[in-house]
T-cell receptor, first 117, second 117 residues
Framework: ETGVTQTPRHLVMGMTNKKSLKCEQH?????MYWYKQSAKKPLELMFV???????ENNSVPSRFSPECPNSSHLFLHLHTLQPEDSALYLC????????????????FGPGTRLTVL | AQKVTQAQTEISVVEKEDVTLDCVYE???????LFWYKQPPSGELVFLIR????DEQNEISGRYSWNFQKSTSSFNFTITASQVVDSAVYFC??????????????WGLGTSLAVNP
């Protein structure tokens, strides 16, 4: 596997289900991100992990719960979602150089298309 | 506040035409980065270019070229002799200082490019 992979690619779930999205990066990066992409809206940053610590959480509802067990893996646990949570969920990774304010390029996975019924 | 504007929502061209995608940004940072990404129908965001605010040289990569004009806060993207495979949504993004020296990206809404045979 190369780059950033995401599973599943498509997910349909009811509002009472619990499911998890998985992301894995094979680039040796130290930062990982979850984004939500909805039609007609800018890409929304949900969570950022740097060196396995959450450094940013953009007021995301608690029904979304991230987990970063190591620098290569990122999960997004979903429970009691709403239909408006239907979207494309994208994972990305980058190599951040802390202390220098330098950003490196974010590389994205193919996304999980989530539909909440 | 920092903002990225992609005024063209949709563009349709015929194959072999040249096409320019506009990106205008607003920032108070003196050091910032600008990016272009391509999102084909498969969903994955593909990195195209990163430019830092101190480098105003134009860049050419094959049929792609980028024109960075700091004076007008623009970072436009031109595809020469467009091909059907160029059909995608193109996003411009600006980095800004986030938490813990980790920068985050501010995204435009994207321009949907359709190249017709």
């Amino acid at each position: 596997e190369t780059g950033v992979t995401q599973t599943p690619r498509h997910l349909v779930m009811g509002m009472t289900n619990k499911k998890s999205l998985k992301c894995e990066q094979h680039l040796g990066h130290n930062a990982m991100y979850w984004y939500k992409q909805s039609a007609k809206k800018p890409l929304e940053l949900m969570f950022v992990y740097s060196l396995e610590e959450r450094v940013e959480n953009n007021s995301v509802p608690s029904r979304f719960s991230p987990e970063c067990p190591n620098s290569s893996h990122l999960f997004l646990h979903l429970h009691t979602l709403q239909p408006e949570d239907s979207a494309l969920y994208l994972c990305a990774s980058s190599q951040e150089i802390s202390g220098f304010g330098v950003t490196d390029t974010q590389y994205f996975g193919p996304g999980t298309r989530l539909t909440v019924l | 506040a920092q903002k990225v504007t992609q005024a063209q929502t949709e563009i349709s061209v015929v194959e072999k035409e040249d096409v320019t995608l506009d990106c205008v940004y607003e920032t108070r940072d003196t050091t910032y980065y600008l990016f272009w990404y391509k999102q084909p129908p498969s969903g994955e965001l593909v990195f195209l270019i990163r430019r830092n605010s101190f480098d105003e040289q134009n860049e050419i990569s094959g049929r792609y070229s980028w024109n960075f004009q700091k004076s007008t806060s623009s970072f436009n993207f031109t595809i020469t002799a467009s091909q059907v495979v160029d059909s995608a949504v193109y996003f411009c993004a600006l980095s800004e200082e986030g938490a813990g020296n980790n920068r985050k990206l501010i995204w435009g809404l994207g321009t949907s490019l359709a190249v017709n045979p």
